[in-house]
C-alpha cells in the first residue's frame, strides 16, 4: 500500500501533539483515558482498551473507549496467554487480525458482556524499557476499513509515548503513597498516648485513612478472641446505630477471611468474590476493596477495611500495600490507647498512676558533704516517661540514672514503671558496673516496651578516686565543667537504645570528677523546645551556653534558671515532650 506523504506528516504531528500531553505529570486516572482517547482517534477506530500487567501475573483493564466515545468502566481480568491480550502480553510481539472470529486466539467473551461486535483490531505491547507494563488494542476502524501497515506502526509509536507517561505517572503514585504513609504513621504515634476515648479515637483513624487512600467508606473491626468474632470500632457507609447489631464471626464474610487466616486481602471485583455476602443490607458503592489485620505481638486486634475508592478505579497492590504498612502502625496505636484507657478509665486509676510515678522520682536524694544536687522534671501530661535516680551503693561510691522512654503521657509513665521496678531489682554487682547494669537491663526490657525504646545514661561516682564510671544506652551525652574557667566538655560514650534489639553489649569508660566540678544530666524535651509557631527551637549548643553562664549559681537554682533560658528563648512556657535536667555538684 503506498503512503500518503501528507498523511504521514499529519499523523506524526499528532503524536508529537499527544507526547507533549500524556508527559504533563498526569495521575494514571486521567492518564488511561487519554491514551484510549488518543489511539482510538488516531487510529480512527471506534473502540480502544488498555490493560496493564499487575504483579507479572494477569493483566487486567479498568475502562474502555466506546464507539460513542463514552468511557466504559468495568473491572475486566485475563491471564498471561489468555485471549489476543494475553498472547501479546506473553509473547511481546504485536497481533493485527483483519477478522477477529477467524481467529483461534480470539476470545468473544468481552463482545458478549457488552454487546459490541468486533471485526478487526489491533494489539501491541507497552514497554517500558524491555520490561512489559501492559497492553494497548483498537478495535474496528471506521467506515468498515481494514487498519494497515501504517496503522500498526502508528500505534507501535504511540504506545512507546503511553508506556514512559504510564510508568512516570505509577513512580509519581509512589512516591506520593510513601509521603503521605509517613505522614499518617508520625500522626499515630502522637496518638499513642492520647486520652480520645477508643470510639473517637477509631473514627478520627478511619477519617484520615479514607483521606490517605482516596476512598470515601470503609471499616475498622476490633478483635474479640473469646468469641472468635469482629465487632465495629468505627464505620464510613454503615449507620452508627446498627454498630451493635453487627457481628461478623471468624472465617464469615471478607473481613472475618482476614481475621482468620491473618493475610491482607485485595479484592477487584466483589461479584466475582465467594466471599462477599451479597446479601449484607449494607452496599458497597464500589466492586473493589481492600483489607488488612490489624496484629500486634502475634495478637489479632481487629480488620480494618477499605472500599469505594474516589475515583471509581479498582483498588491495586499498591494500595494494599500502603494499607498494610498503616495497618501495622495502627495496630500499636490501637494496642497502647486499650492500655492507656485501662489505667485512665476512672480518676482513681489515673490518681494510682500519679503516685507510682512519684514513687519513681525520688523525693529526697541520698545526702552527703561532698555531693550537691538540682532537679526540674516537667512531665508533658500529668505523668510522663522521664525518670531519674540517684542512689547511695557503697560508702563512697553514688550510682546515677536518668532515662527517657520514648513517647509520653500515661502509656509512656506505664512502661517507666515498669523499666524502673525492674533496675531496682538488680543485684549489687550490676549496679556497680555500668557496662553490666545497662547490659542486663535491655536484656529484661527486650520485646516488653510494646514497641517503644528506653534510652539511658547510667554512671558511677567514685568519691574516693575523683572518678565517674559510666555506659550510655543512646541517651544525650551528659555535660561535665569545672566551675572555674576549663571548657565544657561531653562525656562521650556511645551505646545503642534499650528494649528494641537482643544481647547488645555497652562499653564503659572513666572521667575525672573531683571538687569544683558539675555534671549536667538531660532529656531531649528541653533541647527540642519550640515555640508555637516552631520558627524558633531551643537546641543543644544554646543549652550548652546557659549551663556556662549558670555554672556560679547553686545545683538547684542552676537547674531552674536552665529551664527557664530555654522557656524564654523560644517565648513558650509548653514543652512538647517531657523534660527532665539532673545536676550534681562535687563540692
Known amino acids: 500500500m503506498t503512503l500518503d506523504p501528507q498523511r504521514s506528516l499529519s499523523k506524526f504531528r499528532s503524536l508529537l501533539h499527544i507526547s ?41 483493564c479498568e475502562v474502555a473507549l466506546g464507539e460513542k466515545g463514552e468511557i466504559i468502566q ?29 481467529d483461534p486466539r480470539f476470545n468473544a467473551s468481552m463482545d458478549k458482556r457488552t454487546g459490541f461486535k468486533t471485526k478487526s483490531l489491533i494489539c501491541v505491547p507497552l514497554f517500558v524499557e524491555d520490561r512489559i507494563i501492559g497492553t494497548l488494542e483498537v478495535i474496528n476502524k471506521t467506515n468498515n476499513r481494514l487498519f494497515d501497515s501504517s496503522d500498526l506502526e502508528y500505534l507501535i509509536s504511540l504506545s512507546e509515548v503511553a508506556a514512559t507517561a504510564i510508568q512516570n505517572a505509577n513512580t509519581k503514585d509512589s512516591l506520593d503513597k510513601r509521603i503521605l504513609e509517613l505522614s499518617l504513621l508520625n500522626e499515630f504515634e502522637r496518638l499513642s498516648v492520647s486520652e480520645k476515648s477508643l470510639h473517637e479515637l477509631g473514627k ?104 469505594n475508592k474516589l475515583s471509581g478505579y479498582a483498588f491495586q497492590h499498591s494500595d494494599l500495600d500502603l494499607l498494610t504498612n498503616i495497618a501495622a502502625r495502627l495496630s500499636s496505636t490501637i494496642k497502647n490507647a486499650q492500655l492507656f484507657h485501662q489505667i485512665v478509665d476512672t480518676g482513681k486509676e489515673l490518681n494510682r498512676a500519679k503516685n507510682i510515678m512519684k514513687k519513681i522520682m525520688p523525693s529526697i ?31 563512697s561510691k553514688f550510682s546515677i540514672l536518668i532515662a527517657d522512654i520514648s513517647g509520653h503521657g500515661l502509656s509512656a509513665a506505664v512502661l517507666a514503671a515498669m523499666a524502673h521496678m525492674v533496675l531496682k531489682n538488680f543485684e549489687q554487682d550490676i549496679k556497680l558496673s555500668p557496662s553490666l547494669f545497662l547490659t542486663t537491663l535491655n536484656h529484661m526490657l527486650y ?55 537482643p544481647d547488645l553489649f555497652y562499653d564503659e569508660k572513666t572521667f575525672p570528677f573531683s571538687s569544683g566540678n558539675r555534671l549536667v544530666m538531660y532529656t531531649d524535651g528541653i533541647t527540642e523546645h519550640m515555640s508555637k509557631d516552631h520558627n524558633k527551637r531551643y537546641d543543644e549548643d544554646l543549652f ?44
Open 20 to 60: 507533549s500531553i500524556l508527559n504533563a505529570n498526569l495521575d494514571l486516572h486521567q492518564l488511561l483515558p487519554l491514551i484510549m482517547l488518543y489511539s482510538k482517534d488516531l487510529l480512527e477506530a471506534e473502540a480502544s482498551s488498555l490493560f496493564l500487567l499487575e504483579d507479572e501475573e494477569f493483566l487486567y
Open 74 to 102: 468495568e473491572y475486566a481480568r485475563l491471564e498471561l496467554g489468555e485471549g489476543i491480550v494475553g498472547m501479546v502480553a506473553r509473547e511481546k510481539k504485536p497481533i493485527a487480525l483483519e477478522d477477529a472470529y477467524k
Open 204 to 307: 478520627w483513624i478511619l477519617n484520615r485513612v479514607l483521606e490517605y487512600l482516596g476512598a470515601t467508606s470503609g471499616t475498622i473491626y476490633l478483635a474479640n478472641a473469646e468469641n472468635q468474632e469482629l465487632s465495629i470500632l468505627s464505620a464510613k457507609g454503615i449507620p452508627e446505630e446498627a454498630y451493635e447489631q453487627i457481628k461478623v464471626p471468624y472465617g464469615t464474610g471478607v473481613s472475618g477471611w482476614v481475621a482468620d487466616k491473618r493475610e491482607s486481602l485485595l479484592i477487584h471485583n466483589l461479584d466475582l468474590d465467594p466471599r462477599y455476602n451479597k446479601l449484607s443490607p449494607y452496599k458497597f458503592e464500589s466492586k473493589s476493596l481492600i483489607s488488612a489485620p490489624l496484629i500486634f505481638q502475634n495478637e489479632l486486634l481487629g480488620v480494618i477495611s477499605i472500599n
Open 365 to 395: 536524694l541520698p545526702s552527703t558533704s561532698e555531693l550537691s544536687y538540682g532537679v526540674a522534671h516537667i512531665p508533658l501530661e500529668q505523668v510522663g516517661g522521664d525518670f531519674y535516680d540517684v542512689t547511695q551503693l557503697e560508702d
Open 447 to 501: 520485646g516488653k516496651l510494646a514497641g517503644n525504646f528506653l534510652t539511658a545514661f547510667y554512671g558511677i561516682i567514685d568519691l574516693k578516686n575523683n572518678t565517674i564510671l559510666c555506659a550510655n544506652a543512646g541517651h544525650h551525652a551528659p555535660f561535665l565543667l569545672d566551675k572555674k574557667d576549663s571548657p565544657i566538655v561531653q562525656l562521650d560514650v556511645k551505646g545503642k537504645i534499650l528494649g528494641l534489639i
Open 544 to 587: 550548652q551556653k546557659a549551663i556556662q553562664k549558670s555554672k556560679s549559681l547553686g545545683a538547684q537554682s542552676s537547674a531552674d534558671d536552665l529551664i527557664q533560658a530555654a522557656k524564654d528563648y523560644v517565648g513558650s512556657n509548653d514543652f512538647a515532650d517531657d523534660v527532665t535536667v539532673l545536676l550534681v555538684d562535687r563540692i
